[in-house]
Each structure stands twice: as C-alpha cells, then as structure tokens.
C-alpha cells in the first residue's frame, strides 16, 4: 500500500467553500496514469491536476477527473499553479505549461502583494454544429424547449476542452434545471462523449454579463462541475462570435457560476478578437481547504 496526499484548493473563489474544489498532488513524477486515475476517483473532486515535469514548457499538468483523462481544466489549472506559488515551488510569475490541449502561457499577478491573480492562455476556440433533438436536450436538463433561446445557435464549443453551450432565455430557469444525465450520450451523438453547459446573459450579480451552469458527462463519475474555466472561455468565444460579432480588439467578461448549488464562484474572460483569429484567457484565484491521503492498493 501506498499512500498519497491530495492537497483540495476551491478555485475562482478566495473564500473556503466556494469556486470549484480541485485535487492537487505534488508527487506526479512517481505514479503512473493508472494510479493517477485510481487517485482522481478516490478524492472524488471533479479534477484531480497533477503536476509533472516537462522537457516541453516549464511545466506539464495531467487532469483526471474520477472517470477519465481531461486534456485541459480552467479550475484545476488556477489550483495547481496557485498551490506552486504559495509552496515557492515555482519562482516565475511567467510560465509556459504542457497539456494535452497543446502548449499554453499562465500570468500570475499579485495586486496589494496579498492575492493571486491566475491568468491562463485558453486554446484556440473551436465550433461544430449541434443537430440534435432541442425538445430531447431541454428534457434532459428539466425543462422545456421554450426555456431554450431560439435566437441564438447551440453549438458544440471548445477552448481545450469540448462541452454543448446551451443558450437559455431566462435566468429563472436555471433553478429549474435537473440533469438526467444518462441520456446526455444519447442526445449528443456528434460527440456523446461531452458535458452540456448552459447559460444566459442575465445575472444575479449586477458587475457579471454572463450566467452558466456545467453538467458533466455520466462517463466522468460527476454531475455538475461548480464553476467551471474551460467552458467560461469558450463562453468568451461564442460571445464574440454569435452575440457581439462585430466586436473589435478587446473585451472582459465576468461570468458568474454555482449560485443555485451553493458555490458562487466568478471566471473573468478576456476576449481578442482580430480579423484571423479569436484569442481566449480566463484568469481566477484559489484558496487552500484541506489536504488527505490517499492510499493505493
């Protein structure tokens, strides 16, 4: 038997409790993915990041959620480097790190010398068309195809991590919402294999443009994700692409997730669009809770 220990910061929050709790283990160079695995599914997080060596960037990042591997996650990410930071394992406020989504840049800033500032560089935004069942898809979330915005297209999006971004009408619905999420495979048959991300340009919080809800995939051992970095960027990239596609140079969103589960958490985006191409970065905070071990059979 060997024992790990697995370090839990909340992310996109500085408050204990809320943002989206992620795993974070020290020792990556020593487990193989299997036990990187067998780990992710026994702390239970939505992500578990383990942080390796690279011969690549400064850094490379594996992210497990209990099901599966991930090829990038925003809030493990914000984890992972701001439990580095504050562990003086990492010097440079500068940083390239590997991924399985390609090679991306991270920015750390520290306003008053107090808190963390994680900037990451998300992957070029991708999109493919959804054609399925909107009567299916609004079932399966609990509600009804009028819950659904009809003037906006839904989409299969990605900035290093694919999910169906779901315009939603109004923000009420949200607490509606209840995902049978064995059907998510179904309903998604382009790729069965993606999470389901709603979301709706009213917000609870008058300074947000944009509210969102993350309900995972049933072959990722999770329901919903609290407050989620990698569907917040590609929110960023739908918004300049389908709502405001005139948009020039520069624009930061705040986009407000977990409220209806307890979690209240906040993703800033940073959207560059120019005539080539759509540049995407998130950047959040996190928080030390607690840390475990973990034992391995």
Same mark, same amino acid.
């Given at each position: ?33 299997? @036990?990187?695995? @067998?780990?992710?599914? @026994?702390?239970?997080?939505? @992500? ?42 990492? &010097? ?22 107090e808190?963390?500032c ?5 992957a ?40 169906l ?17 064995? !059907? ?32 995972? !995939?049933?072959? &990722? ?9 990698t ?20 624009v930061s ?45």
């Amino acid at each position: 038997m060997k024992s790990v220990t697995v370090y839990q910061y909340d992310a996109f929050s500085k408050h204990p409790g809320k943002g989206n709790p992620a795993g974070v283990v020290f020792n990556g160079d020593t487990l193989s993915g299997q @036990e990187m695995q @067998e780990i992710a599914r @026994e702390a239970a997080f939505n @992500e578990t990041a383990f942080p390796v060596q690279s011969d690549k960037a400064d850094i490379k990042i594996r992210f497990f959620t209990p099901g599966h591997e991930m090829n990038l996650c925003g809030h493990g990410t914000m984890a992972t480097i701001y439990s580095l930071k504050k562990k003086e394992l990492i &010097s440079s406020n500068n940083l390239t790190i590997e991924t399985k989504a390609g090679l991306l840049s991270v920015r750390i800033d520290s306003p008053d010398n107090e808190e963390l500032c994680i900037t990451m560089q998300q992957a070029p935004p991708q999109f493919k068309p959804f054609h399925g069942s909107v009567e299916k898809l609004a079932t399966a979330l609990g509600l009804t195809a009028e819950d659904i915005n009809g003037e906006l297209p839904i989409v299969y999006g990605s900035t290093g991590t694919w999910t169906l971004l779901v315009p939603i009408s109004r923000l009420d619905a949200f607490k509606k919402m209840k995902p049978a999420t064995d !059907s998510f495979p179904s309903i998604l048959e382009a790729m069965p294999k993606v999470s389901i991300h709603p979301f709706c340009l009213e917000t609870y919080d008058p300074d947000a443009q944009m509210h969102a809800r993350h309900f995972s !995939s049933p072959f &990722s051992g999770t329901v919903e994700d609290a407050v989620t970095g990698t569907a917040s960027g590609a929110m960023g990239a739908y918004y300049a692409t389908y709502i405001n596609n005139r948009l020039e140079k520069t624009v930061s969103l705040v986009v407000e997730q977990g409220q209806e589960i307890g979690k209240d958490g906040r993703v800033m985006v940073r959207v560059t669009k120019s005539t080539d191409n759509i540049g995407i970065e998130i950047t959040g905070n996190a928080v030390y809770v607690k840390h475990f071990p973990v034992m391995l059979g």
